[in-house]
């Protein structure tokens, strides 16, 4: 059974960094078949993709936050981080990680449970 958990802080101040982790259990990361994705849901709105990093290693970002994420892996602790710079209110999210064959939240197959992230001074 495939089983994503995130943590990290729950409250973050406007400007600084916003800092996640998923911790895969019943799969390995070094899977070559999938992609370990960050999707968020805004309050009010509807998911949308952050990025995912692949077995290799290799992130890819939207556009729209690609100046602003850094994605990274370490497959020995089955864990992968999610970095947001300099976050505003728009920031405000609930922000799950998820595996799929693909990007994007039509692709992904197991999702974590979600983590609320207020950016708040």
């Known amino acids: 059974q495939v089983q994503l958990q995130e943590s990290g802080a729950g409250l973050v101040k406007p400007a600084q960094t916003l800092s996640l982790t998923c911790t895969v259990s019943?799969?390995?990361?070094?899977?070559?078949?999938?992609?370990w994705s960050w999707i968020r849901q805004p309050p009010g709105k509807g998911l949308e993709w952050v990025g995912a990093?692949?077995?290799?290693?290799?992130?890819y970002y939207s556009p729209s936050l690609k100046s602003r994420t850094s994605i990274s892996s370490d497959t020995s602790r089955s864990q992968f981080t999610l970095q947001l710079t300099s976050v505003t209110f728009e920031d405000t999210a609930i922000y799950y990680c998820?595996?799929?064959?693909?990007?994007?939240?039509?692709?992904?197959?197991?999702w974590g449970q979600g983590t609320q992230v207020t950016v708040s001074s």
């Open positions: 998820a595996r799929g064959m693909g990007w994007g939240a039509q692709a992904a197959d197991y």
């Open positions: 019943g799969d390995s990361l070094a899977n070559n078949r999938y992609y």
């Open positions: 990093i692949s077995y290799t290693g290799s992130a």
